[in-house]
DNA sequence: ACCTGAACACCGTTCAAGT
DNA sequence: ACCTGAACACCGTTCAAGT
């Protein structure tokens, strides 16, 4: 293969973003390396740093594109249900069914460390702070007597305490114990905690 | 330097543990590798690989001795603070304190990924085993009346819960909330809903 | 018997050189 | 202008060869 311009950057950081989501659903994140997204898209490794600034900021990519696939998801099945407590739950049955289905991709999300000390870009951090917002939204709907900063740690508090379920279910920390099961728990006494409190 | 009979196995094993301990506090998992812990101890990275059957391996012996390190940690937390829902509280701040005071160890936990498929060794799942051993203790001592399964259940949703907080918190996800707020919030809720139930 | 050190097949990243 | 491909400084892992 020699000199060519049969694509545009765009195109190339297109076709290397679907390739690396590809890679991860297959193969998970340590399997992702510049050389293979280079293969899969049939071109060599430096053209990879001419259309992203290193293997970083394109994972970040891959993770964005996945927080707004698990947005809309979550979305859905909010929606799905019925008002009240039930949606809640059916929030976080959401989560746990997202993160099996798509485990890999999901686990990327939390597998990627930036170098240290380096903070997420504002746009990523808008993409984590958008799941916690729509918590809040279904949370909001519960009980109408409680002020702002509550129901942003109620929101956060509670639908960490779901990830905490599904990070250990899916990285088999869980032991027999279902945990399916552990987030209806975790919701239900929440819940009732948060109206008798 | 060339052959020496300096150190029997079992203090080789010893000493590159440690310098790996070492290099996970000081520098992150990441930044653990056979040479540099080679270079540590003194011995070339072919002798690692008659002590330990692999990277793996020796990081797994590694985040051994930090669950023990945790798990220490937390009973002296719980005793510390009088029998109840507030010893449950203890025990869970303890964790998120541990989390940050030994924070690159604590990450090493769950940044580490053995290779697909392959499930922990027996004696490494006893050990997370342990832990939630440890919260079941404490949680029995709440309410007499529930059965095994049921505090089974309790003790894991409960500790899924602070586990995910303390992880979001440790990788920066939280944004601007304070985490501790969030672990009360979970511990007392849930309770208050356990008791309500 | 114990340990070395060089080799193999990989990495991420850069950049002079080709077209 | 666009892209290559070779180079650099690393990886984990193995194993013939040295002492």
Redesign the pocket.
């Known amino acids: 293969?020699?000199?060519?311009?049969?694509?545009s950057?765009e195109e190339?950081r297109g076709m290397a973003l679907a390739a690396a989501e590809t890679i991860v659903a297959n193969a998970g994140l340590p399997a992702?390396?510049?050389?293979?997204i280079a293969q899969a898209i049939g071109?060599?490794?430096?053209?990879l740093?001419?259309v992203f600034e290193?293997?970083?900021d394109l994972i970040l990519q891959v993770n964005g594109r996945t927080l707004d696939d698990l947005h809309a998801a979550l979305s859905q099945a909010a929606e799905a249900a019925p008002a009240g407590p039930a949606r809640v739950e059916a929030l976080a049955r959401g989560y746990l069914e997202y993160a099996r289905a798509q485990h890999r991709r999901w686990n990327a999300l939390f597998l990627h460390q930036l170098p240290a000390g380096q903070p997420f870009p504002d746009w990523y951090g808008a993409k984590i702070a958008a799941m916690f917002t729509l918590v809040e939204a279904v949370l909001s709907s519960l009980s109408t007597k409680r002020d702002a900063r509550d129901l942003t740690i109620a929101a956060r508090a509670l639908w960490s305490g779901v990830h905490g379920i599904c990070i250990l279910d899916s990285t088999r920390r869980l032991g027999p114990v279902a945990a399916q099961d552990l987030v209806d728990s975790l919701v239900r006494n929440y819940l009732r905690g948060l109206e008798a409190g």
């Open positions: 293969m020699a000199r060519r311009s049969d694509h950057r190339i992702l390396t510049a050389r293979r071109y060599t490794v430096g053209t740093y001419l290193n293997l970083d």
